[in-house]
């Protein structure tokens, strides 16, 4: 098994959704072993504040949060953008612990002095401004439809002998398409962008994993979305001067499935004792 990480120089996650029965923790630890990162961005709702619940806290979702601490620890600079599931941690704005900034929007310098614009995006959302509520209801039922989802792919792949089935990325993208046609969320992005000369305007908030170049009358920009660990299991990639979408694959899934068999489970404690031996050294 090849143990080679594979470097890039700056990673982009976010809609990650810990403490949820929909988060892939999993896959994203898996994925997180096989790279070197120079600068990681958590670009919103890593943790799902709005969901949180000390009954559902999975050791893979420790083990997540340990392995960024971890980077953190070892000098990594990580960035972490607040978005409106973790909406809490924007009091936070401004905080500085050792490697690890908290910040609500960000601009970087790139090679080639092209500038990018990283946030969540949630300011954006139409829903999230005027019906908080009703975001929040939405988020609980998007929960349930997972749990629903899984049990719909165990008949599905066990019983009927056919293939995986995605009921709530069906349903949403279904009403994405109209959200996203009230709110114009990527030409707003893209058009702020513009304005105050970016090359790249980065966003989360809307699980839909993409790079493309969107063109107005003021300009040109080229606008990013890093995905989420819920349905696509993806996030994105800056090396060598160049982005690009990773996809978890299934080629990763067998491969952590063979990990898994020889590597011991940690328990809880035990993780959580080295997790705030990581968040020491990062204090210091």
């Known amino acids: 098994m090849n143990k080679t990480k594979r470097r890039v120089d700056i990673l982009v ?27 990681v961005i958590l670009n919103g709702d890593i943790i799902d504040i709005w969901q949180f619940s000390k009954s559902y ?3 893979s979702h420790m083990k997540v949060v340990k392995h960024l601490i971890k980077w953190i620890g070892k000098g990594v600079k990580t960035y972490y953008i607040t978005g409106n599931h973790d909406e809490m941690l924007r009091r936070f ?6 490697s690890l900034s908290i910040v609500n929007k960000l601009v970087l310098d790139l090679p080639d002095n092209k500038k990018a614009w990283f946030f969540h995006g949630d300011v954006f959302d139409i829903t999230m401004q005027h019906s908080r509520w009703l975001a929040k209801l939405g988020a609980v039922g998007y929960d349930t439809l997972i749990l629903l989802n899984r049990f719909c792919n165990f008949v599905s792949e066990k019983i009927l002998k056919k293939g995986k089935i995605s009921l ?5 993208e279904s009403v994405k398409t109209a959200v996203a046609f009230i709110n114009n969320f990527e030409q707003t992005s893209a058009e702020i962008g513009i304005s105050n000369k970016y090359d790249y305007v980065v966003c989360g908030h809307i699980h839909h994993p993409e ?25 994105l990639e800056f090396t060598d001067g160049k982005w690009s979408v990773y996809r978890f694959s299934l080629a990763d899934s067998v491969e952590m499935i063979m990990e898994a068999e020889v590597e011991d489970e940690m328990k809880d404690k035990q993780i959580f004792d080295n997790m705030l031996l990581e968040f020491n050294i990062m204090r210091h």
């Not at 929909?22 to 790279?35: M, Q, R, V």
């Not at 704005?93 to 050792?98: I, Q």
């Open 13 to 39: 996650i976010s809609d990650v959704h810990l403490g949820t029965y929909g988060c892939h923790a999993k896959e994203l630890l898996h994925y997180l072993k096989t790279i070197k990162p120079g600068i």
């Open 57 to 59: 806290w999975p050791g």
């Open 93 to 98: 704005e401004g905080l500085k612990m050792g």
């Open 168 to 172: 709530s990325k069906r349903i949403k």
């Open 211 to 235: 790079i493309r170049t969107i063109q107005t009358s003021e300009g040109s920009i080229t606008y990013l979305n890093s995905g989420d660990w819920v349905e696509n299991l993806s996030s």
